[in-house]
């Protein structure tokens, strides 16, 4: 069984490596903001991420601050993000059918003429 500590660093990770498919130009405080974490801890994943070789530094050629680096995803964090992006959609359906099956039974407990929806 996977720990929640795990899972929930799974998903920032998740995140993470999606913004950066799509926009490989965001700046790490872009990246903190969009996630919901602190500036220092996106450089400390990015960097993991870089280790790991799942994520390359490039310049970001049409900054005007040279010093802007552009997060590109390697082919092995391509392949690391569709497996993860499958363990993330497996496990947000079994959280949306047990909170699903949670607010059919509190509606009974109401009674079906007192559906909110």
Same mark, same amino acid.
């Given at each position: 069984?996977?720990?929640?500590?795990?899972?929930?660093?799974?998903?920032?990770?998740?995140?993470?490596?999606?913004?950066?498919?799509?926009?490989?130009?965001?700046?790490?405080?872009?990246?903190?903001?969009?996630?919901?974490?602190?500036?220092?801890?996106?450089?400390?994943? @990015?960097? /993991?991420? %870089?280790?790991?070789?799942?994520?390359? !530094? &490039?310049?970001?050629?049409?900054?005007?601050?040279?010093?802007?680096?552009?997060?590109?995803?390697?082919?092995?964090?391509?392949?690391?993000?569709?497996?993860?992006?499958?363990?993330?959609?497996?496990?947000?359906?079994?959280?949306?059918?047990? @909170?699903? /099956?949670? %607010?059919?039974?509190?509606?009974?407990? !109401? &009674?079906?003429?007192?559906?909110?929806?």
């Amino acid at each position: 069984m996977t720990s929640k500590r795990t899972m929930l660093q799974e998903d920032t990770h998740f995140r993470v490596l999606r913004l950066l498919q799509e926009n490989p130009e965001m700046s790490q405080r872009e990246l903190a903001a969009a996630v919901g974490v602190s500036v220092g801890g996106i450089h400390y994943m @990015l960097n /993991a991420l %870089i280790e790991k070789g799942l994520v390359k !530094l &490039g310049n970001f050629t049409a900054a005007e601050d040279k010093r802007r680096y552009a997060y590109v995803l390697t082919p092995k964090g391509i392949k690391e993000k569709s497996l993860i992006t499958s363990r993330f959609l497996r496990r947000k359906l079994t959280e949306y059918e047990a @909170l699903k /099956a949670e %607010i059919d039974a509190l509606y009974n407990e !109401l &009674g079906e003429t007192q559906r909110l929806d």
